[in-house]
């Protein structure tokens, strides 16, 4: 005898006689629920990211300093890939709209000009830490030389701080060597006047007085053109001002001269930007990282204090064309360096 099952009835053959029986082998059946099938694709994704958080207890109980920086290092990775797609999506804007950068809002034009910069300084580290376990090489050079090799998204809060410090610390001893360099150029200002109400303003500011907006708007002509102008400026006076954008210095005049012309009309077309958003709008993190970016040392100013120097430089800047931006770049030295002391003694 052979047996033959189909879904629903059962055939019996014995010898040659075929016998057909209908048994009920099983009610149908109708599945309903809520929750799909997991794909392989998300058991994966579940148990990896299972397995990542023991991994990090156990880093954080056995080695508390190392996940210290293994944190940081993967959230400062998530907040750059998170920017790298915001970036991505205002730059795809950028051409199915057919504007420029000067043209965007502030929010965004930031962003695309910080995040260059950022992807410049951390492409190095990036590649090292592509190949398998190399991660663990970055997380050696986090802690040999974390300010020298990594951005701001991978210090810590206590990093953040004291890097700033020493970066303006070393912005400022050249603060000494630019306004020597106006005083040694505007000796070849053809204006009489002009001469005098410039060298009067400098002698003030080296003898510790912080200039008004006003006073620094009387000469923005002598900076539109020969010996102040940005095609006018002698190798050294480009070398000190590149260090105190933070620009590299080592390169040839013309690629000096290039670059510091290109970063501060990113600026001015900022604070244009800036103008039309309002200091209002901006967080205060926002206005403090505007105010340390054009050459205040705002680590240890109050919010308030930001906010009113950056409303003078915003007065300035909106006073001045694009061929007297070279006094924009020379502010960052004349309206910082006694902004401190002149909140301590009020004038």
């Known amino acids: ?22 048994v009920l082998l099983y009610q149908p059946c109708h599945l309903s629920t809520n929750q799909k099938p997991q794909s392989a694709l998300s058991l994966i994704t579940t148990k990896a990211k299972h397995l990542n958080s023991r991994y990090e207890h156990f880093l954080e109980r056995k080695f508390p300093n190392f996940f210290i920086l293994y944190s940081t290092f993967m959230r400062g ?18 051409r199915s709209q057919g504007i420029q950068f000067h043209q965007l809002p502030y929010r965004e034009m930031e962003k695309l000009r910080q995040f260059r910069r950022d992807i410049i300084k951390a492409a190095p580290v990036m590649i090292i830490s592509i190949p398998p376990f190399a991660n663990y090489l970055v997380f050696v050079l986090m802690y040999l030389f974390p300010r020298q090799l990594l951005i701001r998204h991978f210090w810590t809060p206590k990093q953040q701080e004291e890097f700033l410090e020493i970066y303006h610390n070393k912005r400022k001893e050249l603060y000494e060597d630019v306004l020597d360099s106006i005083l040694k150029s505007v000796c070849y200002v053809t204006e009489q006047t002009l001469q005098d109400q410039i060298r009067h303003l400098v002698n003030q500011v080296q003898q510790g007085i912080h200039p008004k907006v006003e006073n620094i708007q009387e000469f923005k002509a002598a900076f539109s053109g020969p010996p ?13 001002l590149s260090r105190i954008m933070f620009l590299t210095p080592h390169l040839p005049a013309f690629f000096l001269q290039r670059r510091l012309r290109s970063h501060i009309f990113e600026i001015h077309h900022l604070d244009g930007a800036l103008l039309q958003y309002g200091v209002k ?10 105010c340390y970016m054009r050459g205040l040392n705002s680590t240890h100013l109050s919010i308030e204090d930001c906010r009113k120097w950056l409303d003078c430089w915003l007065l300035l800047s909106e006073k001045l064309k694009e061929s007297e931006v070279s006094l924009l770049l020379h502010s960052m030295v004349l309206l910082s360096v006694n902004y401190l002391q002149s909140l301590e003694k009020p004038m």
Do not use: P
């Open 1 to 22: 005898m052979a047996l033959y099952r189909t879904g629903t009835c059962r055939l019996l053959v014995d010898g040659g006689r075929l016998r057909k029986c209908l």
């Open 228 to 240: 102040l102008s940005m095609t006018s400026l002698d190798i050294q006076q480009m070398k000190a």
């Open 77 to 94: 990775l998530r907040m750059l890939l998170i920017e790298g797609k915001e970036v991505h999506r205002i730059r795809r804007k950028m």
């Open 281 to 290: 709008e901006l967080t205060d993190e926002e206005v403090k990282r505007a």
